[in-house]
């Protein structure tokens, strides 16, 4: 027999399982999971189940990100799944996914944002400095453009190695002297239980973190009524207000994660700020500017402030390195 319950006028069926599509890794698999408790808590006759799948992103490990120059690298595999029909619906780091998704798929909900800034994770002979303290030539691990391009700006006597592999892998490799610091996401030090390791959240006048970065995004496909549904009970709007900004800035400048494109934004009632900045990879010129308006009108706000930046040099920066990318 059939047990329907309703939930905002909409009625949905307990015997339909909805399948969650998450990447293997740990750091994907504790936010799948936190994304299915959530879920389950609010509509508990309905079974959530997690599938697991590797992407491009997971499998290519020897490569820098920015040589792989593929904006769907840790997407691509749970989008197909999902338009095949195999999963309901998949959890990403927002962070991760792309600004144009593929006919049929649509981003459904995003969730309240963790800290979004970048971290600063030191070897343990480091512990008494802080980013502008560390010695010349000291190695930081980075596999992100967005803070390599930003550090050199600021820190050009540094010394700059590509670093890759999950988490865990990057901080044995740090712990063993082969790195003297490390730059990652404070949220995902935080969701995997090591905030001890934050040595240093980096100020926003240092390092503007990506697009998306602390929040998760949840996509599914856009004909999934009952699905998108069940997914706007755990939307968090005001995080969702500044990933719009955002994306659509990203969006307006056509990049991706081979870009040094960093933003921040700020909420204060109906008012959205967004800051954003274009920088070379050689972190030699940098372009930055902020908006303000209405935060319902979000989107408007990154696509005003992406054509600022262009006419301010941004355009320049980005053909440069789009060159370069085909070049390689």
């Known amino acids: 027999m059939t047990t329907l319950h309703s939930t905002s006028s909409t009625i949905y069926s307990s015997t339909r399982t909805i399948r969650i599509g998450s990447r293997k890794s740990q750091l994907a698999l504790i936010q799948t999971y936190w994304v299915q408790e959530q879920l389950q808590k609010r509509f508990p006759n309905i079974s959530f189940e997690v599938q697991t799948m590797s992407t491009q992103g997971d499998k290519i490990l020897d490569v820098a990100l920015a040589k792989i120059g593929d904006k769907g690298l840790f997407t691509k595999e749970l989008e197909l799944a999902m338009l095949n029909k195999e999963i309901d619906f998949a959890v990403h780091s927002l962070k991760d996914l792309p600004t144009r998704l593929p006919e049929g798929l649509m981003l459904a909900a995003v969730t309240e944002r963790e800290n979004s800034a970048d971290a600063l994770v030191v070897h343990e002979k480091y512990k008494d400095k802080q980013i502008d303290t560390l010695p010349e030539g000291a190695v930081i691990g980075t596999s992100s453009l967005r803070r390599l391009a930003q550090l050199r700006h600021h ?38 239980g090591m905030s001890n390791r934050i040595h240093q959240v980096l100020p926003t006048d240092v390092s503007l973190y990506a697009v998306g970065q602390g929040a998760l995004g949840i996509e599914c496909r856009s004909d999934d009524l009952e699905v998108l549904s069940l997914l706007k009970a755990i939307e968090h709007i005001p995080t969702r207000d500044r990933v719009l900004a955002e994306r659509a800035f990203l969006r307006e400048l056509e990049g991706g994660c081979q870009v040094p494109i960093g933003v921040d934004t700020q909420l204060q009632a109906d008012t959205l700020t967004l800051t954003g900045l274009v920088a070379s990879v050689d972190g030699k010129q940098v372009v930055k500017d902020s908006v303000t308006g209405f935060v319902n009108e979000a989107e408007q706000l990154g696509i005003q402030l992406a054509q600022t930046l262009r006419q301010q040099g941004a355009q320049d920066i980005l053909e440069e390195i789009f060159k370069t990318v085909h070049r390689s």
């Open 155 to 192: 820190f050009p006597h540094f010394t700059f190695k590509d670093v890759r592999g999950n988490l865990n892998t990057r901080m044995a490799k740090l712990d063993d002297g082969e790195y003297d610091a490390l730059i990652l996401a404070v949220a995902g030090l935080q969701r995997l």
